[in-house]
């Protein structure tokens, strides 16, 4: 197993795709002879040719051909640079790539996926920094995923190549150079969706997803420390949502619920976690939603970081909600 961190996961992951499916093609602004803008994609112009290349700055024209090319038999990996950037050509997957199988009976179909990367990082600004998960998932068509370790980044991607509809690949580029782990790169491609049960404990159940990941788990590692053991449900795969194991972990924590996300509170993911669960009558008490402000975030870091959810805010929310 070859040891990575995030961004070489997800270098691997392309490279092993574009070998094993000619279908593939990657592409979009800078992702060839640059390597990306974050170095993701370095190398793989010079080893796959003409299959990455790097296109002009027009979101509408990498995901309207990528869209194209999909329905015409190849499966394009095409990077939208920020996340942000996406809403410029939001028709292309929301009116067409996430209708392609349904108006068409099920005779055409975009197997396509779209990689981008969003979240805060320092003097992002307000325009560079949204975290737009919950845009997505509100499309049906779409499937969604954000990974936080190296090894999901690589089983994401590979999983996103071999299915048949459009993903969306959301990666925080504040993991993109962390630390390494042991990924392995060899296993055959997983069935989209899934979760991870990252800590155990009868507490509460704690749902997050993404960079946000990290903070959750050091906050209940600190609290198990202090007598609190949380379960920490992960789930890289927003849609498909894995309901059943959010079912079984809160009949095992008694029905007390927690969600923690960097998006913006109102109208987050978090709230369709949280509907899901007292729909399906699990809840035992009021749930618990942690989440950025309901702000744009601001270039001073200082500023950015009393609003997004850090260590001591996300503690001591947890601590108290398990108190009560």
């Known amino acids: 197993m070859p040891e990575l961190n995030y961004s070489g996961a997800v270098n691997a992951a392309l490279r092993r ?16 002879k640059p ?24 979101e509408s024209a990498i995901l309207g051909s990528a869209v194209g090319a999909a329905m015409m038999g190849r499966r394009p990996i095409v ?43 320092p003097a992002a600004c307000a325009q560079h920094s949204q975290n737009l998960e919950a845009l997505f998932t509100h499309t049906p068509g779409l499937r969604v995923a954000i990974p936080s370790t190296p090894q999901d980044a690589f089983d994401v991607m590979v999983s996103a190549v071999y299915n048949d509809d459009p993903v969306v690949v959301i990666d925080n580029r ?18 989209i969706g899934g979760s991870h049960v990252r800590r ?6 704690v ?20 007598g609190v053991r949380l379960t920490v449900l992960e789930t890289p795969w927003l849609n498909p949502f894995d309901h059943d194991a959010l079912h079984r972990s809160l009949v095992d924590t008694g029905g007390r619920l927690a969600v923690v996300h960097e ?62």
């Open 17 to 32: 795709c574009l070998e094993q499916v000619p279908e593939t093609l990657l592409y979009g602004e800078d992702v060839a």
């Open 79 to 121: 990077e939208i640079m920020w996340a942000d950037f996406f809403l410029v050509a939001l028709d292309q997957m929301v009116n067409q790539a996430a209708n392609i199988r349904y108006v068409s009976e099920g005779r055409l179909k975009a197997p396509l996926v779209v990689r981008t990367q969003q979240g805060n990082s």
């Open 174 to 191: 504040t993991l993109y150079f962390g630390a390494k782990e042991n990924v392995v790169t060899d296993a055959a491609p997983k069935p």
């Open 35 to 58: 390597g990306g803008v974050h170095g993701v994609t370095r190398r793989l112009w010079k080893d796959f040719g003409d299959r990455v290349f790097d296109t002009p700055i027009s």
């Open 263 to 324: 998006a913006n509170t109102t109208g987050g993911f978090g709230g369709e976690v949280i509907v899901r669960a007292l729909e399906a009558g699990v809840l035992s008490g009021r749930p618990l939603r942690i989440g950025t402000d309901d702000s744009r975030i601001p270039a001073t870091p200082e500023l950015a970081a009393a609003l997004i959810p850090g260590a001591d805010r996300i503690h001591a929310g947890l601590k108290q909600f398990a108190a009560g």
């Open 200 to 205: 155990t404990g009868p507490a509460a159940t």
């Open 207 to 226: 749902v997050t997803w993404g960079a946000i990941t990290h903070q959750v788990l050091a906050t209940a590692d600190r609290l198990a420390e202090e």
